[in-house]
């Protein structure tokens, strides 16, 4: 499990003076409303879904226009605390709270900032900070960006006020990137896995000659280029390493005859290598009947007795027909 230094922590609360350097554009505390979610599939009690078991989820709404656009979350080591990306080009955080049983109920402490390039400057250009994963190594953030393609470095300690401190070689060739279905996902592998702790990104839709997926492993020995089936119409949205090394891959489609879907695939974490093409079992599936929308971020996190879940969250696009999610399973396959 990832989990979030003490520095960004702080980041999480609205007592944080969170201030970009560029003129004009500050730190926002919003009040967020969250309706509960009881059930995943509409109109059903039933709450295990082969190998997930629902725990609850949250409906977000705001007065504030900010709110929307989630493409990334990465929960704490407490499960609370938050720190996520938005693809307008805002980081976003807060404290998410939760029952005694564990079940999310609401959030609070929830601020928006503008995410910043090297200069220091923020922009309302998407191409520019279209912001669509990230993920805590140490004392740093990973975002990965498409359209301008990049994964770029922030100080893990106050990101939300940060210039980049660096950005990572994506070794795929960026002429095989595709506009805006560029590097959707950045996830971190276990150190106690095969790839001992590698950095590693998946392509939304970038497609080679034989219609898979471009991806890659960005540090360490195993470093490389590697693909990933695509099973069209689906395109990958986000990801996360189960603590054994597996890799969980959050995935999407749409289209105007058949609504919105989406699905998790499980990927043996011990295939990912270069040159190899790596596919996987599905083991969630979820349409229009189930509490779904536009899934573009997930999350693999560990409690204290070694339980692991998965937390999704949505894109609205800002659209009065889509809805801000968070939903939240037990995995109980290990």
């Keep these: 499990m990832l989990a979030l230094t003490g520095g960004l922590a702080l980041l999480a609360c609205s007592t944080l003076p969170i201030q970009a350097t560029s003129p004009g554009v500050e730190q926002d505390a919003i009040t967020v409303n969250a309706r509960t979610i009881e059930n995943f599939e509409v ?18 709404s705001s007065s504030n226009a900010l709110l929307g656009a989630m493409s990334g979350i990465r929960l704490a080591a407490d499960r609370q605390r938050f720190l996520g990306v938005m693809d ?33 400057e923020a922009s309302d250009e998407k191409w520019l900070f279209d912001a669509e994963g990230l993920v805590v190594r140490g004392d740093d953030v990973l975002v990965s960006f498409e359209r301008n393609h990049r994964i770029d470095i922030y100080p893990a300690e106050r990101p939300g006020r940060s210039t980049p401190k660096g950005t990572l070689p994506i070794l795929i060739p960026r002429h095989e990137f595709r506009g805006n279905r ?17 950095v590693v990104t998946i392509s939304e839709r970038s497609l080679n000659d034989n219609g898979d997926l471009f991806a890659a492993i960005l540090t360490g020995p195993s470093k490389g280029v590697f693909f990933v089936k695509r099973d069209p119409p689906f395109d990958v949205t986000d990801g996360d390493f189960l603590p054994n090394g597996d890799l969980l891959l959050l995935e999407r489609r749409f289209s105007i005859a058949r ?41 693999v996190t560990t409690d204290d007795e070694g339980q692991v879940f998965v937390t999704l969250v949505s894109d609205d696009n800002h659209s009065i027909l889509q809805r801000n999610l968070l939903l939240e399973f037990r995995y109980i396959a290990d």
Excluded: H, K
């Design 43 to 60: 109109g059903s009690q039933q709450t295990r879904f082969g190998d997930f078991e629902f725990v609850g989820g949250l409906e977000l």
């Design 88 to 120: 307008t080009g805002y980081w976003y955080a807060g404290r998410l709270m939760r029952d005694d049983a564990g079940r999310p109920i609401g959030m609070e402490d929830f601020v928006v900032s503008p995410i910043l390039d090297a200069a220091g």
């Design 182 to 198: 560029g590097l959707e996902m950045v996830a971190v592998a276990p150190e106690t896995s095969q790839l001992a702790g590698a």
């Design 259 to 299: 609504g919105v879907g989406m699905r998790i695939r499980r990927i043996d974490g011990s295939r990912l290598g270069p040159g190899n093409l790596v596919d996987g079992e599905v083991v969630l599936e979820a349409d229009y009947g189930y509490q779904i929308d536009n899934m573009e971020g997930l999350d």
